[in-house]
């Protein structure tokens, strides 16, 4: 009989038992060094995060596997908005005896009711969602509270005038059951508003290439009008990412779902977008939608090429359009060379 007991009670040890902090690399045989973090307060929060779109479509073992290897590249943000219910099943399972080295992002006032995501500003209703999601996660707490469905500056008014729902996110804060509040913003006027409130510490938002471009991505020794490359810049995004910048409010920068960036005028490689997303002011991460191994293998690639590198600098694809643009309008110029 001890022979059948001590490798189950082994077995539950090491599944259950793991107390380890955040970012302790202790745990794992191998882990990749090559993962930067940058500061979200007074956490370390890894350059490249995952959503919970991944893990939609696996089973609990295919999800905790999963789970392992994200955890083992240095991955140490999840967001968990948008989630259904068999999503948040699978890494409730995933992080089962690790709760504590992810950071979570979750929803505040927004759930899934009858398949239908559904969204609410009723404290009351807000507070059973919050309590449900807590208790399937087996957690006391969000790192992050995310509200979500802020699509215009009306929208954020309403939630400003609504004194009742403020109070109840600040309560949050004082009870422990979020540390820090963030927004989920389509909207850059919105944002803007709300992170000049005070209550929001982190934003996340979707990188535009094609409005977020700042000349400071080129040397002064350009001599090409950098320009006639800004299709629709947008002065009110940068003041965002400055304002956030100054002020200490961590961006995550939300997943772009393709291979490649079809933006406006130039297309972008994956892991050229995800350089310029991660050199906007304030950014301090972005989410990967990785849903196998496969998948994150590549977004983790980022990490180990240089910012130089053709795959990876952005700027290159900006002048050989120059170049290419140059050429047309010169072709006698071409056929010299």
């Known amino acids: 009989m001890k022979k059948l007991l001590l490798p189950l009670l082994a077995f539950l040890l090491a599944f259950c038992g793991c107390k380890s902090p955040i970012n302790d690399k202790a745990g794992f045989d191998s882990i990749d060094e090559n993962m930067e973090?940058?500061?979200?307060?007074?956490?370390?929060?890894?350059?490249?995060?995952?959503?919970?779109?991944?893990?939609?479509?696996?089973?609990?073992?295919?999800?905790?596997?999963?789970?392992?290897?994200?955890?083992?590249?240095?991955?140490?943000?999840?967001?968990?908005?948008?989630?259904?219910?068999?999503?948040?099943?699978?890494?409730?399972?995933?992080?089962?005896?690790?709760?504590?080295?992810?950071?979570?992002?979750?929803?505040?006032?927004?759930?899934?009711?009858?398949?239908?995501?559904?969204?609410?500003?009723?404290?009351?209703?807000?507070?059973?969602?919050?309590?449900?999601?807590?208790?399937?996660?087996?957690?006391?707490?969000?790192?992050?509270?995310?509200l979500e469905g802020i699509d215009s500056k009306a929208d954020w008014q309403k939630i400003m005038k609504n004194s009742s729902y403020v109070k109840y996110l600040k309560q949050l804060k004082e009870e422990g059951k979020i540390k820090r509040l963030g927004l989920v913003c389509s909207d850059v006027d919105a944002a803007y508003e709300a992170v000049q409130s005070g209550l929001i510490e982190v934003l996340e938002i979707q990188v535009d290439f094609s409005k977020d471009l700042l000349m400071s991505d080129f040397g002064d020794d350009d001599s090409t009008n950098i320009e006639d490359f800004l299709v629709t810049p947008d002065t009110n995004r940068i003041k965002l990412y400055e304002y956030c910048k100054e002020h200490k409010i961590a961006i995550i920068a939300a997943p772009y779902e393709k291979e490649k960036a079809e933006i406006s005028f130039v297309t972008l490689l994956r892991m050229q977008y995800m350089l310029f997303a991660l050199t906007r002011p304030g950014v301090i991460s972005i989410l990967s939608d990785a849903s196998d191994m496969n998948s994150l293998f590549k977004d983790l690639h980022y990490l180990s090429i240089s910012d130089a590198n053709e795959e990876k600098d952005y700027t290159y694809q900006l002048w050989r359009l120059r170049a290419d643009e140059t050429t047309a309008d010169n072709p006698e110029k071409e056929a010299t060379k």
């Open 37 to 146: 973090f940058r500061k979200m307060g007074e956490l370390e929060v890894g350059i490249i995060g995952i959503s919970s779109s991944g893990f939609a479509k696996m089973d609990t073992t295919e999800a905790y596997g999963f789970m392992d290897s994200v955890l083992r590249k240095g991955i140490n943000y999840i967001d968990l908005c948008g989630a259904d219910t068999s999503t948040l099943n699978n890494v409730a399972f995933a992080l089962k005896g690790r709760r504590n080295q992810m950071l979570i992002q979750g929803p505040i006032g927004s759930c899934w009711k009858d398949s239908k995501h559904s969204r609410t500003r009723e404290t009351k209703d807000c507070q059973a969602d919050l309590e449900q999601l807590l208790a399937r996660l087996g957690t006391g707490y969000l790192n992050v509270g995310m």
